[in-house]
């Protein structure tokens, strides 16, 4: 599929990953909507790339069908949606809150569903569609620390399987990318800092750079980076070996 002259919808855009995807986009030609929360970087990168502002929180599920109407309003048509919008929290999971646990899975998991199907109609009139989803490591080998975050990244994953299975042979296609670190705001607006040595943070462009594979080679599945895919070939094959490794220098991420 040629991105250029395609409308797609990124979530999260404001910031990171998703800004990075923004601009990537836009070097290959589409047309965009931005979707975030924070009018100001929006507005900015809306005036670098011409694309359109779509503004609310995700948080607020029940808002989400009238958010796609919006997103819709604005070129009439979309045929590719990245769902990339995410928060983080980290920390031992007694001290959670419900608040907290509602909001990491509502933000990260819900949401995304909810807009897939809230879009999925007019996704399923163009000639050729995709949906992008940005899933992380921790879905496909828990972190400790980690673990509502880990378990609605898991369940993103699920989601997108099932639903490209569902949709073979029509044309929306589904890929998944499952970044490892990158550097953006990401840790610290969790509240806690990355503070491993390794592996080192990547470039949000280099996320960015897959996300615009999957929508114009149909990638079902990329890690960023690439060797992500080994512990989780272990945790596959030898789940006893890799629980041993992970309670050993699995910490938090
Ligand atoms: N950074 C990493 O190491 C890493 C690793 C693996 C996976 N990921 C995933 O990558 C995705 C992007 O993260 P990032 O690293 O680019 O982090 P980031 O810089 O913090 O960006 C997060 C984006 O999500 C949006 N967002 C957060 N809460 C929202 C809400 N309630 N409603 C609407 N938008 C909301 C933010 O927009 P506003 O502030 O404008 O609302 C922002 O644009 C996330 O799904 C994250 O889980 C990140």
């Given at each position: ?18 800004a990075a ?5 836009h070097?290959?030609?589409?047309r965009?909507v931005?979707?975030?929360?924070d009018?100001?970087r ?8 011409g694309?359109?502002?779509?503004t ?15 997103i819709?309003?604005r ?8 769902n990339n ?25 819900t949401a ?39 378990s609605v990244?898991?369940?993103v ?12 042979g029509t044309?929306v296609k589904?890929?998944?990318?499952v970044p ?16 491993r040595k ?10 960015a750079a ?7 080679d ?7 980076p ?8 272990i945790r596959?094959?030898l ?5 041993t490794?992970?309670t050993?220098?699995?910490g938090?991420?």
């Amino acid at each position: 599929m040629r991105p250029r002259g395609t409308v797609a919808v990124v979530t999260g855009a404001s910031s990171g990953i998703g800004a990075a995807t923004a601009l990537a986009l836009h070097e290959a030609g589409a047309r965009l909507v931005l979707h975030g929360r924070d009018t100001e970087r929006l507005a900015a990168l809306a005036e670098r790339t011409g694309g359109a502002v779509v503004t609310g929180d995700l948080a607020d599920i029940t808002a989400i069908p009238a958010l796609a109407e919006e997103i819709l309003g604005r070129f009439g048509e979309v045929d590719v949606l990245v769902n990339n919008a995410g928060i983080g929290w980290a920390g031992p999971f007694g001290e959670m809150t419900a608040a907290d646990v509602r909001r990491v899975i509502d933000v990260n998991l819900t949401a995304p569903i909810e807009l897939t199907r809230a879009l999925l109609p007019a996704l399923r009139t163009r000639p050729a569609a995709r949906v992008v989803f940005v899933t992380s490591i921790a879905g496909r080998t828990a972190v400790a620390g980690e673990s509502v975050y880990s378990s609605v990244k898991a369940g993103v994953d699920a989601f997108a399987d099932s639903l490209r299975f569902e949709l073979a042979g029509t044309a929306v296609k589904i890929g998944v990318v499952v970044p490892g670190v990158v550097d953006t705001e990401f840790f610290a607006r969790r509240g806690r800092a990355y503070d491993r040595k390794s592996p080192k943070p990547i470039p949000a462009e280099r996320v960015a750079a897959a996300v615009v594979r999957a929508v114009r080679d149909d990638r079902a599945d990329q890690y960023v980076p690439r060797w992500l895919r080994l512990p989780v070939v272990i945790r596959g094959v030898l789940p006893g070996v890799y629980r041993t490794l992970a309670t050993r220098f699995g910490g938090s991420g």
